[in-house]
């Protein structure tokens, strides 16, 4: 079956530094997403990492692993509006996107 | 109206009424797609349509029906609603022919079944 694993809930302190697991047991690979969900909203889109390696964008960088099947979400700079949910979704042979169930991320004063 | 629009926002149904939920985008993507979100899941895909006059069946589409007319427009039909279709009902699209093909969303459906 195709599995996406991540961690259910993360609390970190603003300003700090915060890595968000995902690792994937999927038929085929076609690209890995984040995005991020604020409560009571929409999903937003952060990253794509298609090759192995680091990929930054701001605050925000996405790494990739496809041996190990493995990639994280690294916050830096921790904000309070960086609470929210961050979704990891890989892209299938199929290209249909399977979806982690989210990792809640607490920031605290 | 930029990007995807969902009607309505919430809605509180009897059980065994019919139901179509609506979404339309004005970004041309080809492909629209339906998910559905339950606390403690990961986003299921319901049904998808990969350009206008096709679709087909994600990995929950028992109890749903849709249609693909033209581009912009994609509803989704519960022909008899059950209380386990309660849900938040997230509409996206995207363009298959360019960049990453990300998923935009609509802001969603807050669904009661009852």
């Known amino acids: 079956g195709q599995n996406i694993d991540q961690p259910t809930e993360m609390t970190a302190t603003e300003g700090a530094i915060v890595q968000i697991n995902c690792t994937y047991q999927?038929?085929?690979?076609?690209?890995l997403f984040w995005y991020q969900q604020h409560a009571g909203e929409a999903p937003t889109f952060l990253s794509y990492?298609?090759l192995d390696g680091l990929e930054e964008k701001g605050r925000f960088s996405s790494f990739l692993s496809r041996s190990k099947g493995y990639s994280y979400l690294l916050l830096k700079e921790l904000q309070m509006k960086d609470s929210a949910s961050y979704l990891c979704a890989v892209k299938d042979s199929n290209y249909q996107l399977i979806w982690g169930a989210g990792t809640k991320l607490i920031i605290k004063p | 109206i930029a990007g995807i629009t969902q009607a309505p926002t919430s809605q509180i149904l009897a059980a065994g009424r019919r139901m179509t939920l609506r979404c339309t985008q004005d970004m041309r993507h080809n492909a629209m797609y339906w998910y559905r979100q339950d606390l403690g899941l990961g986003l299921r895909l319901i049904h998808y349509s990969n350009t206008a006059g096709t679709t087909g069946k994600g990995e929950v589409p028992d109890g749903y029906s849709v249609s693909r007319a033209n581009t912009d427009d994609f509803p989704l039909t519960l022909a008899s609603a059950v209380p386990s279709q309660t849900s938040v009902y997230f509409c996206?699209?995207?363009?298959?022919?360019?960049?990453?093909?990300?998923?935009?969303f609509g802001p969603g459906t807050r669904l009661t079944v009852l």
């Open positions: 996206a699209s995207s363009d298959l022919d360019s960049g990453y093909n990300e998923q935009f």
């Open positions: 990492n298609v």
């Open positions: 999927t038929s085929g690979f076609n690209g």
